[in-house]
């Protein structure tokens, strides 16, 4: 979550999730799979997938059933947090987000994993 989605802040954010993932300069095969905003046509975006050795996939554009799990993921966060609220301030937006996020990752249950939360699905296929 940010102010901004610029090519800078997202190969920073994608960066960081590899090494929360144990995954940062190990030799996988990882696709990251993205929408065709600026930032992710950006040579900023594409130099750091080549530098990451990650293959980048864009969808076809206005195709957001390509991207269905990412879109299904934003109808919830709107659904379920978004529109229950009128922030006063960002502060405000990053707490609820915050919130959220930590219950859909750790305790909210998926049907597509097993009805476990993501949390005990990562782990136990570590």
């Known amino acids: 979550m940010g ?37 992710f046509v950006s040579h900023k ?13 864009r969808i076809p554009f206005k195709t957001p059933n390509k991207n269905v799990h990412i879109e299904s993921f934003h109808r919830l966060l709107e659904n379920e947090c978004l529109s229950r609220y009128e ?11 915050s919130e959220y996020m930590n219950s859909y990752n750790k305790v909210r249950i998926h ?3 097993g009805y476990i939360p993501p949390i005990e699905f990562y782990q136990k296929t570590l």
């Open 3 to 39: 102010l901004s989605c610029t090519a800078e802040y997202i190969t920073i954010i994608l960066k960081r999730a590899l090494m929360k993932r144990g995954l940062y300069d190990k030799n996988i095969d990882l696709v990251i799979r993205s929408d065709n905003g600026s930032q």
């Open 45 to 57: 975006f594409e130099d750091t997938c080549e530098e990451l050795k990650l293959e980048h996939e």
């Open 87 to 97: 922030f006063e301030s960002y502060a405000e937006a990053y707490k609820e987000v």
């Open 111 to 113: 049907g597509s994993i």
